[in-house]
């Protein structure tokens, strides 16, 4: 019997999980009451629930405490709910509001609104949050294939999504820093609330919606059925698709209009409770919603116990940390390990046309060699072309300094972009995905974080640590990463899922460090989104031994590579031992991007965007793909160099903002491509 027809079964099972979760909120309920910068004894807490004096104990519990425990309840409630349904009408696991970029798309919005309509936004946040959240999630849902994405292809979707979001909101925190300073922490996400305003703006939105996906309950159950089957019942599956995505939306956009966008819990709550057995959304509704509100509060406790006496850690990032170790146990426990675990194992470009890879290579090669000339003109002082060549060659003339300053830093652009495109080449073979890059699989995030903690934490270090600390992050982090799929043979699907919760690990880790040392706006936070500004020679030199190094141990290798495009069996049965190449695919393209993070920061795209652009032009050959890919690499971060330097000069925007701004339309018209050919085959 269909679960659409059977009643829902209340069994002991089901009495646990309401039980557990009841017991565990309340528990914390009174957790977070007592605790805080002073802590309140539990008697002084009932007392006060019982009836309210006028005493600063009393005052401190009912006007700051409890509104955020409360919009904690609430919030936790509501994304839980979100994702619960996420889930269900995409028929994915994975579907969540953050990972399918909702609280990107309502933070980005909420932080334009602050800019351009300050009042408007005061005066309905809500509406710039759904706007934004339901663009990021059609965006999302539609590149991932919509009723046909598998669930890593959504994630990996809804991340990219994530990816440009965060580029364009880190673009308007750093040049309106003003306008957006006080956004920055209530990005991150908290629960902080100054008095019953922000319960008082949600608590209708929430409750009312949460209880209109109750009564609709009977739709969420007929989307488990295939759509054949629920239309023959008289389900309009379209309808109930968007109505679903429409209620998953707006809560969870009211609650980034008043907390800021907060992960996980939409993922971590649903999973919780199907884990009992619960299956009827009749009953699923309400357990999420008591664990999601749980959860909150537990991640809301904990960042009031690790705090400073001028700073409370982010409830956002404390989430993340506790959120990311789920899905990792999700993918080790759920997982089987497959041969290619559903993973998309090509993405058609459309092109049908090859050109010949010899001319290619010369007109490639003689345009990077030329736009690295061109681009030491341009800057805060413009020179002229007939004084360029004269200067390069002598310390004497009228602009010889200028250009002593800018061929390194177009150097490093140069030979970062040709190290970040070469790596995405080798990550997309090893894992047998067009959507894989080092931001994919956590190494960016794992750099990042390494190189904010020598700039907050240990300031005084010298310099040249930064790269270091950089390289050893990438390096941990990608260590995780394929240590713990190691026993799922390094299954695809596998390292790109354990990847994504490393990177909200390692990006929940930079929240804190951001906060904690308030360095939003600063040199460390406009490094993070990649920038090219000041370097030196000394990073010519890093980047040059990482080229020279791996790209000859890469190029050595490319015919073992080339036979992981082929399934594991069809592989191995060609004499290739699949997860140790795989490994070495991996690690010489993890490497690759750890060395350009360490010079340039954390430039994303690039290792997505340019192998295809490449094999849009040669198709699949590995070599003359790396070779191509390193010089549009080159070309990419080199512009978005010389353009960053000069539009707003003597204002400086950082290469890996205009590598998004100039990478996501390409990047979405591929997409675009990619399902629509698969749509009419």
């Keep these: 019997m269909s679960s659409v027809q059977a009643k829902p079964a209340v069994n002991w099972r089901t009495i646990s999980i ?226 679903g995505l429409l209620l998953a939306v707006l809560l969870a956009a009211v609650i980034v209009s008043v907390i800021g966008p907060i992960g996980f819990v939409g993922l971590v709550a649903p999973h919780l409770v199907r884990l009992s057995g619960v299956r009827s959304s009749r009953l699923l509704l309400p357990g999420v919603f008591i664990w999601g509100a749980a959860l909150l509060i537990g991640a809301d406790v904990l960042a009031k116990m690790v705090h400073n006496s001028s700073m409370e850690l982010p409830t956002g990032a404390v989430m993340a940390i506790i959120g990311a170790p789920w899905l990792i146990w999700l993918v080790l426990t759920r997982m089987k390990a497959a041969n290619g675990g559903g993973m998309t194992t090509s993405m058609s470009t459309g092109a049908r046309r090859r050109w010949a890879f010899g001319p290619l290579a010369v007109v490639f090669s003689v345009a990077t060699v030329l736009l690295i000339l061109v681009s030491t003109m341009f800057g805060g002082m413009r020179i002229p072309l007939n004084d360029l060549i004269p200067s390069l060659f002598t310390s004497d003339g009228l602009f010889s300094g200028i250009i002593q300053l800018r061929i390194p830093r177009t150097l490093v652009a140069a030979g970062a972009g040709a190290a970040l495109a070469i790596s995405g080449v080798l990550i997309q073979m090893a894992v047998r995905n067009p959507l894989a890059d080092a931001s994919i699989v956590g190494v960016s995030s794992g750099a990042g974080l390494g190189a904010m903690m020598v700039i907050i934490l240990w300031p005084g270090l010298p310099a040249f640590l930064l790269p270091i600390a950089a390289i050893i992050g990438a390096g941990i982090a990608a260590t995780v990463v394929f240590s713990l799929s190691w026993k799922k043979g390094l299954n695809p699907s596998a390292v790109v899922l354990l990847g994504i919760a490393m990177s909200a690990i390692a990006g929940a880790g930079i929240q804190i460090l951001i906060v904690r040392g308030a360095v939003y706006g600063s040199s460390g936070y406009i490094w993070l989104t990649g920038s090219t500004y ?148």
């Design 18 to 243: 309401y039980g557990g979760g009841l017991t565990a909120l309340i528990v914390l309920f009174f957790v977070s009451l007592c605790y805080g910068e002073a802590a309140i004894p539990l008697h002084t807490v009932v007392d006060s629930l019982m009836g309210k004096q006028n005493t600063l104990e009393h005052n401190m519990i009912w006007d700051l405490r409890m509104p955020r425990t409360v919009i904690g309840i609430l919030a936790g409630g509501a994304l839980a709910v979100a994702g619960a349904l996420l889930q269900t009408i995409t028929r994915n696991p994975l579907a969540a509001s953050d990972t399918l970029g909702i609280n990107a798309g309502a933070y980005f919005i909420v932080v334009l609104g602050a800019i351009l309509f300050p009042g408007l936004l005061s005066q309905s946040p809500f509406l710039f949050a759904a706007l934004g959240g339901l663009v990021a999630a059609f965006a999302a849902y539609f590149m991932g294939g919509g009723r046909t994405s598998t669930p890593v292809r959504l994630a990996l979707s809804g991340m990219i999504v994530s990816m440009v979001l965060g580029s364009f909101t880190s673009a308007l925190h750093i040049f309106f820093s003003m306008e957006t300073q006080g956004l920055f922490l209530w990005g991150s996400g908290t629960l902080v609330q100054n008095d019953w305003s922000g319960v008082a703006y949600a608590w209708p939105w929430v409750i009312g919606i949460t209880l209109l996906a109750l009564l609709l309950s009977r739709q969420w159950d007929m989307l488990e059925l295939d759509e054949s089957t629920a239309s023959s019942l008289g389900q309009k599956v379209g309808l109930a698709r968007a109505g």
């Design 534 to 681: 000041a370097r030196t020679w000394e990073q010519v030199r890093v980047i040059g031994l990482f080229l020279v190094i791996l790209v000859p141990i890469a190029w050595w290798l490319a015919r073992r590579f080339e036979l992981l495009v082929f399934d594991d069996n069809s592989a191995s049965g060609l004499g290739l031992g699949v997860r140790r190449t795989r490994l070495m695919a991996m690690a010489t393209g993890v490497l690759l991007a750890a060395g350009a993070v360490a010079c340039v920061g954390t430039v994303g795209f690039i290792g997505l965007i340019a192998p295809h652009m490449v094999r849009l032009l040669t198709g699949h050959k590995l070599r003359r793909s790396m070779f191509l890919s390193a010089l549009v690499g080159a070309v990419m971060l080199v512009l978005a160099d010389t353009i960053g330097r000069t539009v707003m000069a003597p204002t400086e925007i950082p290469s890996g903002i205009l590598i998004a701004l100039i990478g996501t339309p390409y990047f979405l018209y591929l997409m675009y491509r990619s399902n629509w050919r698969k749509s009419i085959k």
